[in-house]
Every structure is written in structure tokens, then in C-alpha cells.
């Protein structure tokens, strides 16, 4: 049974890490015509109230989202970060405080256009129940079902490109061999599909096997960027987040760079940054 509850984490420093990274790739896409499917296979709640008993009880977005909305209007001039800091305000019932922080689906959703398409899936009953009360335009589909299993039946697409966001929580060792197998097999099927894949840095590196079996899997692009709060000492606890994107957008990198060097003095005084290919032909 799935015990994983993302609301006791919205908005934590690997959300920012996260959403900031899915942003910048939306946004690189949005700028051809040519429509796009959308996946999200791990879908989530779609929207925290940061107010929640959940979010409350570890307060983690005090220590990822908060300092970042404080700072938002020194941050104004760094173009990424002022408009997604921007796309957050437009989503706060009172103006000037931060009172939501949105999830995958609202990131995918917030710009689709008419012939775009979004398929969320998340699989825990309840989690799926509130993303069903959410709203989302006509074009988003909330299917309550394994989105890995799901993103494979889905493949190929009618539309010309594809980008999936593939978010698991790793409750179980094995979602790190089988992450790395979904998106081989998808890229087989979507030779160009840009697929973004989050992982989490923890002083046991079980994320080194979902590396290595994607690096020794035959894909041409694998751009890596790991954000660190601390060194991968004895401390137990997740100490960073990862990300890939398989087949990045040109200047991706350039523009996280340039956002993550301001975002990341303000999650603390031994955060780092730092973004390399994976796997380059
Ligand atoms: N992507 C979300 C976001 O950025 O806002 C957060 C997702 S959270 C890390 C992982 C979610 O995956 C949980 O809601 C969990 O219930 C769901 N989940 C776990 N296993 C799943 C599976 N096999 N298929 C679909 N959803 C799953």
C-alpha cells in the first residue's frame, strides 16, 4: 500500500528544484507551434494550501519556497525566476501571500494550449481524489492508474512531440531499476520525447543504479543537475535533489545555470548547484 503523501513536502527545496526545471523546459517547447502530449506519471494533489496539517506539521517549504517568495522582488531582474515567481503569485487567493504552492499537474496545465495534451496519473486513491477536484482544462486527463504502465500504453502519440515528467516517491528500492526501464522503453517509442526525471540524493545513492542503467541504455542526450544542501555525510535524510531531462532543449542549461546561481545562496549557506551531461554523444 502507497504511504507517500506529498503535501508533508510542498513546496521543499527539491520542489523548487524540480518545478523550476519543468518550467524551463515548458517554456523552451511552448515556443514552436507544433502541439505536445504531456505526461506526468506521478501526479500528486496538483495544488498544496501551504495552511494544511500535513504541509504544516514539517514545514519544509520554510526552508525552500518561502525564502524564495520573500526575495521575490530582488529576484525580479533574473528572467526565469521572475516569471515563474510570477505564475505563483497569480495563483494566490490574497495577493501578497503565499498561501499555494502548486504541483506538477498545475505547472503542465497552466499553459497548455488547445491542441496539447496532459495525461496525469497518480495511482494512491486519495491523492487521485484530490487531483480530481481540481480545475483543469478540457484537455488534461486524470487517470487514477500506474503512470509508468500507463506512459508505456500511451506511446506512441498522435501529436508531433512529447515530454513526460516521471516523479516517483522511491518507497520502494526497485522504483530506481524500474524508473531507468520505463524511460528506455519510451524512448524507443518517442525517439524525441523530452523526458524529465527527478530522483533524490540519500547517503545510501540508490540513485546511482537509475543512472547508470540509462547511461549504459543507449540514449544520445542525458543533461544531469543535482542541487545539495549539505555534503552526503552521515546524516541521515535526503541531502539533495536530481534531475534529468533526456533530449534537453537547446540553452536549458544556460538559463537553469543563471536562475539556480541566484536561487541557491538563499536555501542555505552550504547549498550548491551544479549541472553536467550525463550522457552526450
Ligand atoms: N509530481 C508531483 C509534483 O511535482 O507535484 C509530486 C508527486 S509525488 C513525489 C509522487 C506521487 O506518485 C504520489 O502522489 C504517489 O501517490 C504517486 N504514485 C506512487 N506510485 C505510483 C505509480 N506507480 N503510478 C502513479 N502514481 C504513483
Redesign the pocket.
Known sequence: M?S???AY??GNFA?VH??LTLYAVIDHLLRKSSPITFF???????LYPLEASETQRLGEYRHGMLPLWQAREALSDEPLLASWLEAIAGLQPNPGRLERY????W?LSQRLRRDDRLQL????PG?HEHLAQQALPTNVRRIH????A?LSAALPVATPRVCA?L???Y?LKAEYAEVAVSVLGAMRKARHAVVLV?YPLLPAARHLELLERLRDGGLRKIWRSELTLREPGEERGMYGSGMLVVNPPWGLDERLAAAMARVTPLLGDTSRYRADWWVEE
Open positions: 502507497l507517500y503523501q506529498h513536502h510542498a520542489d524540480k518545478h506526468d506519471t506521478h501526479a500528486g494533489r496538483g502548486p504541483g506538477s499537474p505547472w496519473f497518480e495511482l494512491h491523492e492508474a500506474d503512470g509508468l500507463g515528467l516523479d516517483p516517491s518507497e527527478w
